[in-house]
């Protein structure tokens, strides 16, 4: 992993930021020419919306400093608080562009004072490429307003809220006592599946499989010291036989049966997670047709998740009503029970609510000028006088000199007054300056 680039004082985010901005902008107010003060003190009352940046050092430092299996319970805990007020949440499948390499999605959902987003793309082949299969950020917005609060990576969040949702489901639908688990696919979501697993479900026992075996050696030498007792095992059949609990978390865009009927036994609770898209499942229909299957948000699970190989009226159970006690979970001890999972935008808002709060605790994150501060709301334009006469702001003249010749020039016509014949002269001018 990468060297921490640790927040300091002037990257915390905190109302100082804003104060700051505002008071380099009455700094320039006092050296702008004559004719542009107005305008520029007008700038000074700005109220900026003033956006929370959290990028992935951020996140890895907040994570270290509160520690994974913190961070994987308060987000379960956010999950299942937000599942819980289901019905408070305005809720999409999510929109999906789909190409031969792979998928990239939009995730909205917004409740009377949140609207959440996150941007996601699952590409299988990406880590041929040296990239992430998954990468994502999200936003969190005033519904009030529309203002932007927080723009956050996602990517290692995505993996904590994943682990922390299938630990959620697998603590009401797994045969109560399970200690032992198969994880298929050992790539980068499989540790944190592991991990919540262990603390919110008690597994003690991990069986790993990957087709690269690379890939379970990277997840075994991580996980040691876990306190897990880890066997690398030959086949998917090796690591399903006898566990409790069978994580299905590969990459692959296929319509793929890792799990079969033959590998069932009774009691079982499947948490499948890498079958999250049309054409790319994990598990055989079979499997399907011999469980109890619970979903996140069942419109989108019938177009992506395992589902998708099963008739339109197959019977699933949404998990919110188990957590609101509205439907039953596990029916009995000898019930194989699928948690078919896809990933629902609320648990993206759940996570960026942690991020969110965790951050402003830690003093951790940038403030981000990513909307304009405006003194007349309606004079967005203005803004561009009002940022010439300043200096031009924080852009550097990259353009040796240009952009400063464009200020004085624009200063001397505010100063003079704008004729006609001064606007013409400013627009040649700025045209010259284009073409050059
Ligand atoms: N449901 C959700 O909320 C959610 C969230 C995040 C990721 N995902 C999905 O989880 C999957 C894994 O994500 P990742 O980030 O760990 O990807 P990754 O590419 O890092 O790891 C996937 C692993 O699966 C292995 N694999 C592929 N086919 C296999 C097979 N037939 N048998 C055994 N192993 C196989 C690969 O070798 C690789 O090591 C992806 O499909 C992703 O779209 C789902």
Known sequence: MGKVVQANNTQRF????????????????RETPRGATTRATRTSRAAAASTLYLGAQHVLELVRRKGLPACLAAIAERIEADFRRWQHF????????HSASGVIELMPVADASQFAFKYVNGHPANTSAGLPTVMAFGVLADVATGAPRL??????ATAM???????????????????????IGNGAQCEFQALAFRD???VRELRLFDTDTAASAKAAANLAGSGLALH????AAEAVRGADIVTTV?????????????????????????????GKTELHPGVLEAAGVFVEFEPQTRIEGDLQQMPADFPVTEFWRVLQGLAPGRADARQITVFDSVGFALEDHAALCFLRDAALEQGIGEALALVPALADPKDLFGLLAATTANGGGDAPDAAGGLASRHREHAAAVRTAGPTPGSLAAARGHSRAHADA
């Not at 930021?17 to 700094?27: I, Y």
């Not at 305005?90 to 562009?97: F, L, P, Q």
């Not at 723009?151 to 290692?156: D, N």
Request: charged share 20%; hydrophobic share 45%; net charge positive.
């Open 250 to 278: 590969t990459a692959d865009k296929a319509k793929a049966a890792i799990v079969t009927p033959a590998m069932l036994e009774p009691g079982m609770h499947i948490n499948a997670v890498g079958g999250d898209c049309p």
């Open 232 to 235: 690398l095992c030959r086949s």
């Open 161 to 183: 809220r994943t682990a922390a949702m299938s630990a959620l489901a697998a603590r009401q639908l797994a045969r109560p006592g399970s200690r032992s688990m198969a994880i």
């Open 151 to 156: 723009l956050a990576e996602l990517t290692l």
């Open 90 to 97: 305005d809720k999409t499948a999510r929109v999906a562009s």
């Open 14 to 29: 905190a109302a100082s930021a804003t104060n700051r901005a505002m008071s380099k902008t009455m700094n320039a107010t």
């Open 200 to 202: 919110a479900v008690g």
